[in-house]
């Protein structure tokens, strides 16, 4: 079946670009994560979603980071006036129902962000 | 807030023989506990959990873990590698009071020598 999918794989970006990150999670599936992992690091939390609102996004690093998810489905990350340090692999992980704690996670295969 | 620590950057090890990945975690009530495996260039994939009840818990590929309340302590464990189980390796923790957050180590590179 249908894993998570994550749309563009690779992404190149100028400094101070904008970008959009697209995330199709498994169909059903009720809570959406998103993670940011640097290269030889863990992922790091960024925001988390439960259908379409937007429960914690105490991960984001700053206020160029937004997150969204209008209709409880796909789900967008976007990175306003792109820095360096933003250059990461960007992770999108869903799981089934919103008791989550419990649950494992399905990741994508992530977007690779290069700000040049 | 909960953490976890995954000491050692690379394990080697022999085909065929045993394969230990340690993971000690760091949370402030009961955690649920879980290990992934990451190959080049993929997401990572869910190998097993810890949730509740025998401590010894079974997984995917011939994967195991044992969770040590004592010791903080959740180490991945399988009785024989093989070459294909050369991959980076992230234990994991949750909070079961907490919130929803996922806290990953930063890793361990696992390579297998034929």
């Known amino acids: 079946g249908a894993g998570v999918s994550q749309s563009p794989r690779y992404k190149v970006a100028k400094r101070g670009q904008d970008v959009a990150l697209r995330c199709d999670p498994i169909?059903?599936?009720?809570?959406l994560f998103w993670y940011q992992q640097a290269l030889g690091q863990g992922p790091e939390f960024l925001t988390y979603?439960?259908?379409?609102?937007?429960?914690?996004k105490s991960g984001l690093p700053s206020d160029r980071f937004f997150a969204e998810r209008p209709e409880g489905s796909v789900s967008t990350l976007k990175i306003q006036r792109t820095q360096q340090e933003d250059s990461a692999v960007y992770l999108c992980?869903?799981?089934?129902?919103?008791?989550?704690?419990?649950?494992?996670?399905?990741f994508g295969n992530g977007t690779r962000l290069t700000v040049t | 807030a909960q953490s976890v620590a995954q000491p050692e950057d690379q394990v080697n090890v022999a085909e065929g023989n045993p394969l230990t990945v340690k993971c000690t975690y760091s949370?402030?009530?009961?955690?649920?506990l879980f290990w992934y495996v990451q190959y080049p260039n993929r997401g990572l994939q869910f190998l097993l959990k810890?949730?509740?009840?025998?401590?010894l818990v079974k997984g995917s590929y011939g994967f195991e873990a044992e969770f040590n309340k004592s010791q903080t302590s959740f180490h991945l464990k399988k009785p024989s590698a093989l070459v294909s189980d050369s991959a980076l390796y992230f234990c994991?923790?949750?909070?079961?009071?907490?919130?929803?957050?996922?806290?990953f180590g930063k890793g361990n590179q696992v390579v297998v020598i034929p």
């Open positions: 992980a869903s799981s089934l129902g919103s008791g989550t704690a419990n649950s494992p996670l399905h």
């Open positions: 169909s059903g599936h009720v809570s």
């Open positions: 979603f439960q259908n379409e609102a937007q429960l914690d």
């Open positions: 949370v402030s009530g009961n955690p649920y």
């Open positions: 810890y949730i509740t009840g025998d401590n």
């Open positions: 994991a923790v949750r909070d079961k009071g907490g919130n929803n957050r996922l806290a």
